[in-house]
C-alpha cells in the first residue's frame, strides 16, 4: 500500500510531465510561426553580408589609424 508522500510524488510528477507537455507543445507552435513566411537563406545557409565600398573601407582605415596613433602616445607618456 502506497504511503501519501509516494501518493504526493507520483501525483506531482505527472503534473510535472503535463506542465512539460504544455510547453512542448507551445515551442512546437512557436518555431512553426517563425518558419512561416521566412525567407531561404542561400545553400549554406549563411547570410551574407552586405559588402563596403571602398569609400567606406578607406574611411574605416583612416579611423583606426587615428585610434591606434592615439593609443599609441599614450603610452610613450
Not at 510535472?16 to 515551442?27: G, K, Y
Amino acid at each position: 500500500m502506497p504511503t501519501d508522500r509516494e501518493t504526493l510524488l507520483r501525483l506531482g510528477a505527472a503534473a510535472r510531465i503535463r506542465e512539460l507537455e504544455a510547453e512542448i507543445d507551445r515551442l512546437e507552435k512557436f518555431a512553426g510561426e517563425r518558419s512561416i513566411g521566412r525567407r531561404a537563406t542561400s545553400a549554406g545557409g549563411a547570410r551574407r553580408r552586405p559588402r563596403w565600398t571602398s569609400a567606406q573601407r578607406k574611411a574605416a582605415a583612416d579611423r583606426m589609424r587615428k585610434y591606434w596613433a592615439s593609443r599609441k602616445a599614450k603610452t610613450k607618456k
